[in-house]
């Protein structure tokens, strides 16, 4: 059992320091001897981990994508919370982890170009990737409606309108300076009023 615990002790490790080294000197220039560099291992023992550098930083991402969720359900299993309520915290606690990991979305745009320049499926990757997340929002709209918070509107169209302000927001982050959080906060606020039946 030590050994499984180690084990995996070292690969947080191995990908912490490796998104350290993608977030100061970019993907393409981040090689697997300057992760093991970085990581005080042998290429040899850094292969016992990883395959390549792709992979390790497929994993950060997953890592990322799997920690989103996590947040994302605790909010979601808060019986204390109205539909409209869950939503508004998802959406919100969606942009403050985007925010968080603004360094890791710099990377992940130049990756992506890189891997569609070369024929790969782009669209595929980054739907593998949240699918649970856009799952877990088109549940809580499929809620709303039922317990009568939320407008019998098309589901994949309520779920599109949100998802694309927080992709935005994703891409703005990526590519501009300083967008503000809190205005995306606001849109999402409006999005979700357009949702909300009226009392």
């Keep these: 059992m030590a050994i499984i615990v180690e084990h995996e002790k070292r690969k947080k490790e191995i990908l912490e320091k490796s998104m350290e080294l993608f977030c100061k000197e970019g993907f393409d220039d981040v090689t697997f001897q300057k992760i093991a560099d970085a990581c005080g291992i042998t290429r040899t023992t850094l292969y016992i981990y990883f395959k390549n550098k792709h992979e390790i930083f497929n994993f950060s991402i997953k890592q990322a994508s799997s920690i989103m969720e996590a947040k994302f359900l605790k909010i979601i299993k808060d019986p204390s919370l109205t539909s409209e309520q ?114």
């Design 86 to 199: 869950c939503l508004r915290r998802l959406t919100s606690k969606a942009v403050d982890i985007c925010l968080a990991n603004k360094s890791l979305f710099i990377i992940l745009v130049p990756y992506l170009l890189g891997l569609k320049k070369s024929g790969e499926n782009v669209d595929e990757r980054i739907r593998r990737r949240t699918i649970k997340i856009n799952h877990l929002f088109s549940l809580i709209i499929i809620r709303g409606q039922k317990s009568g918070e939320f407008k019998d509107a098309g589901i994949k169209e309520s779920h599109e309108l949100i998802y694309s302000i927080i992709e935005d927001f994703v891409f703005r982050l990526s590519i501009m300076d300083s967008p503000d959080p809190e205005i995306t906060k606001s849109v999402l606020n409006l999005a979700i009023d357009s949702l909300v039946i009226k009392k």
